[in-house]
């Protein structure tokens, strides 16, 4: 019975020790300045490691970069003059006096800008058309790591952020695209489009300025009838001062070419500007039509009150010393030669 008791103090001992040495190792006793690295690829970087206990043996770097072997002292360095592989593991650690070690994981991260950001488009040289749809690819060349890029494309003032796709998997450069899809508008005629790549390392991370593709001008073949004067629609107009304007101004890609159809009379002044003058216009209805390679459009003008003739022609033969004088387009006796007034009462009319 004795032997039994003492078998069971034993085992209780051996279980208290295990206990023990977990909880040191669970928290290890080590404190890493900075908790993490992003360096670029070239450049130098440091990293201290100091241990928060007295009970340990020593302490030091394991890496495949660069490590220590066991170092009797209260912190260890793990210097970098010139980072020079994508890939490095190094962790901390600290053999304790209980026969324990326990280490913490240092993320390092090595990173280098993209060669070129570009915008590939299989019709880059060709205008859009209204109405459909088309693809357009971000291309970032030589990047890495490629897994921490986002692609952000800009249209005109509004932004969409994407990933940056790849089939690499390695910290090594490689590249990766990112696809945007347009559905053209004639709104989209004359904006612009672009897009960036910039790393994403966390709220830790450094900030890095972004690298933006060249600005892609849109241009979009559209009809786009949407004419600029005040007048938006068909107009009735009255004419003034016996001078008038009609504006048929419109927009369009390619340019709309004009054509005016007007009242005979003023035939004569009408030419393919989108505006039209008119001196002593008739009443009547002016028809301006705007086309281009997309389509058409006709605004309407109709003018009131304005003059529809010309006073006729009047002749009349007056006696004169027995000649017969004709006259034309004599509207008042006024008019009448002061030599004619007082035998005007013998002219007549016909």
């Known amino acids: 019975i004795i032997y039994y008791y003492y078998i069971l103090f034993l085992l209780h ?5 295990l206990s023990t040495a977990q909880t040191v190792s669970a928290s290890c006793p080590l404190v890493m300045t900075p908790s993490s690295v992003v360096v670029q690829y ?3 970087f440091t990293v201290e490691c100091n241990s928060t206990t007295d009970q340990k043996e020593g302490m030091g770097w394991e890496s495949n970069y660069k490590g220590t072997g066991l170092i009797e002292a209260d912190h260890v360095q793990l210097n970098s003059e010139k980072v020079d592989r994508w890939a490095i593991q190094s962790q901390c650690y600290v053999n304790l006096n209980n026969g324990t070690q326990c280490s913490e994981y240092l993320p390092i991260t090595v990173y280098k800008m993209p060669d070129s950001v570009s915008i590939l488009h299989e019709n880059t040289k060709q205008p859009l058309v209204e109405h459909q749809d088309y693809g357009f690819e971000c291309a970032v060349a030589n990047v890495a790591p490629v ?4 692609v952000t494309w800009i249209k005109d003032n509004n932004s969409t952020v994407k990933e940056c796709l790849t089939e690499e998997s390695n910290e090594k450069p490689g590249n990766c695209r990112s696809d945007f899809t347009l559905s053209a508008q004639k709104t989209d005629n004359g904006g612009t489009l672009m897009c960036e790549a910039k790393f994403d390392f966390g709220p830790m991370g450094p ?5 933006r593709s060249p600005v892609m001008d849109l241009q979009v073949l559209c009809k786009y009838f949407d004419h600029v004067s005040k007048f938006s629609s068909d107009v009735t107009m009255h004419s003034t001062n016996g001078k008038l304007t009609l504006d048929c101004t419109a927009q369009g890609n390619p340019t709309p070419q004009y054509n005016w159809q007007v009242p005979q009379p003023t035939q004569e ?10 001196k002593g216009p008739f009443s009547g209805t002016y028809n301006c039509t705007a086309a281009n390679s997309q389509g058409s459009s006709v605004k309407q003008f109709v003018i009131t009150d304005a003059p529809s003739k010309i006073i006729p022609s009047i002749s009349f033969i007056c006696i004169v010393y027995s000649c017969i004088m004709p006259f034309h387009t004599v509207p ?11 035998y005007y009462s013998s002219c007549f009319l016909y």
């Open 207 to 211: 900030n890095l300025q972004p690298i």
């Open 332 to 342: 008042h006796q006024e008019a009448l030669p002061e030599l004619l007034q007082e």
């Open 13 to 17: 001992k051996s279980f208290l020790m």
């Open 147 to 150: 897994k921490k890029v986002l």
């Open 42 to 44: 070239g450049d130098a």
């Open 269 to 278: 002044k009408v030419g393919s500007e989108p505006i039209l003058d008119l």
